[in-house]
């Protein structure tokens, strides 16, 4: 089955600690992988995502993630927590069987970081 | 500024009631995508379409019903066969028909009660 799963329902960090929020999917053939954030009562805003090359990805507000196809996870990584990174943040995977062409999206991992 | 507004960002529904939640984007996207938003159980996609007068159901269709007249328009509406209507509901869009490779962009989402 096709699947992504966030192991971690809350991580909390001290500011300017390094940050690791987990992820980990399952899907046929390539994967495609996102991470996107949500801060409370707004939409999710896209932050970075891997489709092919490099297996470190870049994306925004100071944010990486490591993609690993031997233990198929995609980490979302930060050098230096700030308190306003705190939010709640959802791992994605694309999933195609078939026709049937979709984005599943983990359940989120709420991030507080402590002043 | 391009982007998704979904309106209202509150809507009551008292019971045998049908709503219609908004959703209207200025990206110039082919896709749109709505989804529901429970706390603990991550986003679920009940309808999207890939091009204008054409949509295709998602996971958890039953009760929802939706249209696509214009490009830039994709009303949800939560009918009263719906019975647990109660959640935060999410509008998205991407570029085109392949829009599950792309990232979405997300409105900033309509809180649904039940009265």
């Known amino acids: 089955a096709q699947s992504v799963a966030q192991p971690e329902d809350q991580v909390n960090v001290a500011e300017g600690n390094p940050l690791t929020v987990k992820c980990t999917y399952s899907?046929?053939?390539?994967?495609?992988l996102f991470w996107y954030v949500q801060y409370p009562n707004r939409g999710l805003q896209f932050l970075l995502k891997?489709?092919?090359?490099?297996?470190l990805v870049k994306g925004s507000y100071g944010f990486e993630a490591e993609f690993n196809k031997s233990q198929t996870s995609f980490h979302l990584k930060k050098p230096s927590a700030l308190v306003s990174d705190s939010a709640l943040y959802f791992c994605?995977?694309?999933?195609?069987?078939?026709?049937?062409?979709?984005?599943?999206f983990g359940k989120g991992t709420r991030l507080h970081i402590l002043p | 500024d391009g982007g998704i507004t979904q309106s209202p960002k509150y809507l009551f529904r008292k019971e045998g009631q049908n709503v219609t939640l908004s959703c209207e984007q200025n990206?110039?996207?082919?896709?749109m995508y709505w989804y529901r938003q429970d706390p603990g159980q991550g986003l679920r996609l009940i309808y999207y379409?890939?091009?204008?007068?054409?949509?295709q159901k998602g996971d958890i269709a039953e009760g929802y019903s939706v249209s696509r007249e214009k490009k830039e328009s994709f009303p949800l509406t939560v009918t009263s066969a719906q019975k647990n209507p109660t959640a935060f509901y999410l509008c998205?869009?991407?570029?085109?028909?392949?829009?599950?490779?792309?990232?979405?962009?997300f409105g900033d989402g309509t809180r649904l009660s039940i009265l």
């Open positions: 379409s890939q091009i204008v007068n054409d949509f």
């Open positions: 994605a995977v694309r999933a195609y069987m078939y026709r049937d062409d979709k984005i599943i």
């Open positions: 891997y489709i092919t090359g490099d297996n």
């Open positions: 990206l110039n996207h082919d896709a």
């Open positions: 899907v046929s053939g390539n994967p495609y």
């Open positions: 998205a869009s991407s570029i085109d028909w392949q829009g599950f490779h792309q990232p979405q962009h």
